[in-house]
């Protein structure tokens, strides 16, 4: 299973940006695949996430309503739609996904396989 993270970039506070995590050895029909980042001097958080069976998706508080997590099946690409973006939400982020369904929120379950991660330095 392999993962690549793609479309990081700067871009001024209000602005957008689209992420995109192609996966390859692994379908899109199964598991989960999720996103997140890591700011410096801070521990990894869940950004969002998006289940395979019913295509139920979950955000964390600090992006609900400014972020939108979806995925092209064919392409086995997910995507991570980021607008009104704030300096605080400057990091690197990573994908990731399991075949594993626990219960409760994607965002705390547990991913074992991860892409490398890209950049977004967003600038008040």
């Known amino acids: 299973v392999q993962l690549q993270a793609s479309g990081g970039g700067s871009v001024h506070a209000g602005g957008s940006l689209t992420l995109s995590c192609t996966t390859t050895?692994?379908?899109?029909?199964?598991?989960?695949t999720g996103w997140f980042r890591q700011a410096p001097g801070k521990q990894r958080e869940a950004v969002s996430c998006i289940r395979s069976n019913d295509g139920v998706r979950d955000y964390a508080d600090s992006v609900k309503g400014r972020f939108a997590i979806s995925r092209d099946i064919e392409k086995n690409t997910v995507y991570l739609e980021m607008n009104s973006l704030k300096p605080e939400d400057t990091a690197v982020y990573y994908c990731?996904?399991?075949?594993?369904?626990?219960?409760?929120?994607?965002?705390?379950?547990?991913?074992?396989?991860w892409g490398q991660g890209t950049l977004v330095t967003v600038s008040s």
């Open positions: 990731a996904t399991d075949l594993t369904f626990y219960s409760g929120s994607c965002l705390f379950w547990e991913y074992n396989h």
């Open positions: 050895g692994f379908s899109l029909d199964y598991g989960v």
